[in-house]
Every structure is written in structure tokens, then in C-alpha cells.
């Protein structure tokens, strides 16, 4: 299954963008706003903004925007199941 161009427009993703400036709460690197601001369709693959839940739903986590941030999809994956 091929990956969205952009990220999901809502109104949870744009705030935590602007919080976090577009820098992933993990690792602190800049995160890219779209696919396009890539070289190569498979760096948007592991680079993607994706929700990160700070206490992992496995821990009794909520959906709740207090307990989400943005992250690459690369070091959500990395990170996993930990606080």
C-alpha cells in the first residue's frame, strides 16, 4: 500500500506542527511538509510526520491530543511501545 502525499489536514496535525515547528519530537529534526519536498518517494516513506502517542496506548495511552505528537515514522517505529 503506497503512502498519502501529504499528511492528514486536521485540526490536531496543524496544531501540533505549529508547536512543534515542523521538527519531530523524537530525534528533533525538521520533518517534511509533503512528499514533494523530497528527492525520492522512499525518504517520504521513513521521514512522514506520523502521530506518535507519548504514553503508548499498549500502557493504557488515550487518542487524546495531550498524550500525541508528531514524529518521523521512522523513529515512531524505532521508539515502539516505551514511554
Do not use: Y
Not at 17 to 26: D, N, V, Y
Amino acid at each position: 500500500m503506497s503512502q498519502s502525499f501529504a499528511p492528514p489536514d486536521t485540526e490536531i496535525f496543524r496544531t501540533l506542527w505549529g508547536q512543534q515547528e515542523g521538527c519531530c519530537a523524537l530525534c528533533g529534526l525538521a520533518m517534511p511538509r509533503d512528499r514533494f519536498g523530497l528527492v525520492h518517494a522512499t525518504l517520504w516513506k521513513k521521514q512522514r510526520p506520523t502521530f506518535d502517542h507519548i504514553r503508548p496506548k499498549a500502557a493504557g495511552g488515550s487518542d487524546r491530543a495531550d498524550n500525541l505528537q508528531l514524529a518521523h515514522a521512522a523513529c515512531n517505529k524505532r521508539k515502539g511501545a516505551r514511554v
